[in-house]
């Protein structure tokens, strides 16, 4: 059913946290680093494009049209289509791919080109030096901290205390939690670390579920 284990950690962290995926304010959710593409699986079937893959060969915008909600996922490597996901292959570590994203976002129904989810499952690959692998892990955070300033709609704006979601992968790493303070515990009400049942135990990654976005009034001098 789903291409990848990924997918049963997002619908243990969905589940533990409210079913933020199915809210109905939900209408665009963008997943970084979404190859193969589990993660988009779970998310399309949230948003309801539950129809058979095969049924949906003959286009997924007419799809996408039908419930007027959007996903975007994002991958160095290719993707084999899923119903209600428009793929983009593109290294996330570039900002040009921000643009393509926002540009896709954005149409009559969410002119600023909003996301109401950011998910990042985002993993460079591993060398086995942890030192180096822990590094990429903490440039993987900061650039979708980055791409999230510009991309996430505001629970202010949604009027939803804990709408505005980024769901972030990250590496054991010395500055981590450092991370953590300085950009998502100013910047959103509820910061939650969690380690799924799913993930491995021998391996240092968690997540952090960020929910009620407030923008950077006051938090970062923006
Ligand atoms: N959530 C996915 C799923 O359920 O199928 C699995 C994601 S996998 C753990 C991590 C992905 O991040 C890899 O496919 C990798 O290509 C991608 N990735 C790593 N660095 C990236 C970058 N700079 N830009 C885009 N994708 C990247």
Not at 38 to 43: D, E, F, I, K, R
Not at 71 to 93: H, K, S, T
Not at 137 to 153: E, M, P, Q
Not at 156 to 178: D, I, W, Y
Request: aromatic fraction near 8%.
């Amino acid at each position: 059913l789903y291409r990848s284990r990924s997918a049963f950690k997002l619908i243990e962290l969905d589940q533990k946290y409210g079913g933020f995926l199915s809210k109905s304010d939900v209408s665009a959710i963008v997943d970084l680093g979404a190859a193969p593409g589990g993660w988009s699986q779970v998310a399309a079937r949230k948003l309801g494009f539950n129809a058979l893959e095969e049924d949906a060969q003959d286009g997924f915008s007419t799809l996408r049209r039908a419930n007027d909600k959007i996903i975007i996922a994002v991958d160095l490597l290719r993707m084999d289509p899923i119903p209600g996901v428009e793929i983009i292959q593109a290294n996330m570590l570039s900002l040009r791919t921000a643009g393509v994203i926002k540009s896709l976002l954005t149409g009559p129904g969410n002119p600023e080109g909003k996301a109401d989810i950011i998910l990042s499952d985002m993993a460079a690959n591993m060398t086995g030096n942890k030192i180096a692998d822990s590094e990429s892990s903490l440039d993987i955070c900061n650039a979708v901290f980055t791409f999230a300033k510009g991309h996430l709609r505001t629970a202010e704006s949604v009027g939803r205390r804990r709408a505005g979601v980024l769901v972030l992968k990250h590496f054991a790493h010395p500055l981590m939690n450092e991370f953590r303070k300085e950009h998502l515990d100013s910047t959103f009400t509820d910061v939650m670390y969690v380690k799924p049942d799913s993930s491995r135990a021998s391996s240092s990654e968690g997540y952090w579920v960020c929910m009620g976005w407030k923008g950077l009034q006051g938090a970062e001098g923006a």
